[in-house]
């Protein structure tokens, strides 16, 4: 096992085997479009709250 493995300079290790590739599951489209909208909702509701506070403290 100590053969795998060369030095690559200052301290650090590179593999010589083949990396091993992880799969990683992808979200589904349809709950990636729901968190964009969640995402929209939100942001619009911060804007009209930032919005009416500086109306009602522009009045005051």
């Known amino acids: ?17 083949h990396q091993r590739r992880y799969w990683m599951p992808r979200s589904s489209p349809k709950w990636s479009f729901y968190r964009a909208i969640i995402a929209e909702f939100v ?14 403290g522009y009045k005051s």
């Open 43 to 56: 942001t619009t509701l911060l804007f009209l709250y930032v919005t009416v506070l500086t109306v009602i």
């Open 1 to 17: 096992m100590a053969k795998d493995f060369h030095a690559a300079g200052s301290g650090e290790f590179r593999s010589t085997r």
